[in-house]
């Protein structure tokens, strides 16, 4: 779902960051960037995605007047893929400074479906163009009276939630001797400002049949709704262990950190879609309908991040660690689609909760668990002379 143009902002957006970091490099008593003393890491694991749920499928009264919509919510498991690289670039009044690069893309998919049965009373079950035509009548329903009607939707949604980012890190304490001291005064900690360039990209496919005795049907509609977040960010992190010098952490020679990540976006969503149905009786086709729409919102998000690691020196210049990270959006698209069908002259011949098709919002939430491999690069006088016990 990537494209050129994402590609090329990504870029900008690591030229910001190295402009942001620009006169820590060039100050004369904080040296140069140190690309030989990098650290990387790289990791994998699960992830998890709440979003709005959908509400295509419609359910009416004898009149064809929308009465309830069907729901599917989104909160499935996936994967996910991370990575980062840091660079030292000296240090002022004491303090050490670095420029750090980091992202990840992680992907859900949610499989599910709807039925609504009915052969009672007037219930009827269908689905509605995202499109309303005044010239037809195109709420394409199903099931009246003693007649049964079965109607499925097979919802599949697949999401891809991505982030590059690039931020100025402030440090304060630290393990002296390069990681020797286990147990430092000062714990290490920093303060870090930073661009980010996010999405959360949506495809969605239902395919919707109806069988009755005297009636068959079917649906199928596709969305792609993506939606961009460009913004800036405030962050804090620091060290700490569990049980104190004495304590298991100590004994495990495991160190413990968090992470606190605050930041305002600029939201851009766009919404492409198509929809058609038909309805037969017999060989003898009954109604035909479709459609196509596009949409886009603008809006301002804030979105909110805590992250726990705990990590275990496994060499010289390896560490291995457990990262969760957990991520709250203010902003995310919540589909309203249209379920109302209007005459020409703006008379509702049945009506429903929308009015045309929008793009409305709800909040999301997500998280991301990962194994990580962190390497230091640069010469061996700076490394640990074993992994800390």
Partial sequence: MLGNSRVAIGGLLLASTALIAAPAVQAQDSGSMQAGRATISVGGGSAFL???????????????????KEENGFDDYGWNVNGAVEVPVGSRDGRRRSIAVHGFYSQVDDDSNNRCATNVGTVQCGWMNIVDDPALLQKNVFGAGSTPVSLLNDHDREVDHWSVAGELKFHRGGYGGGLKDPMPASKPSYFAI????????????????????????????????????????????????LGGPNGLWARLGLQSSFRLQAGLYYVDTDYDATYSSSAFRGNFLLLEDS??????????????????????????????????????????????????DVFAGGAAVSTGFNVGT????????????????????????????????
């Fill in 50 to 68: 709440i979003l709005p749920e959908t509400k295509f499928g419609v359910v009416t009264d004898g009149a064809r007047n929308t009465i309830q």
């Fill in 358 to 389: 929008r793009i409305e919002d709800d909040d999301a939430f997500a998280t991301r668990t990962s194994l990580r491999l962190t390497l230091k690069l640069g010469p061996d006088d700076i490394m640990p002379a074993e992994p800390l016990k």
């Fill in 194 to 241: 930073g661009v980010d360039f996010r999405g959360i990209d949506q495809d969605l496919d239902i395919r919707g049949t109806a069988t009755s005795p005297a009636v068959t049907g079917s649906m199928r509609y596709s969305e792609d709704l993506d939606t961009d977040y460009y913004g800036a960010f405030l962050a804090y992190g620091r060290d700490y262990r």
């Fill in 291 to 340: 459609g196509t729409l596009s949409l886009s919102e603008d809006d301002i998000a804030f979105i909110g991040s805590l992250t726990l690691e705990t990590r275990k020196q496994i060499s010289r210049r390896a560490t291995l660690s457990l990262q969760s990270e957990y991520t709250y959006y203010s902003w995310a698209p919540e589909m309203a689609y249209n379920d109302t």
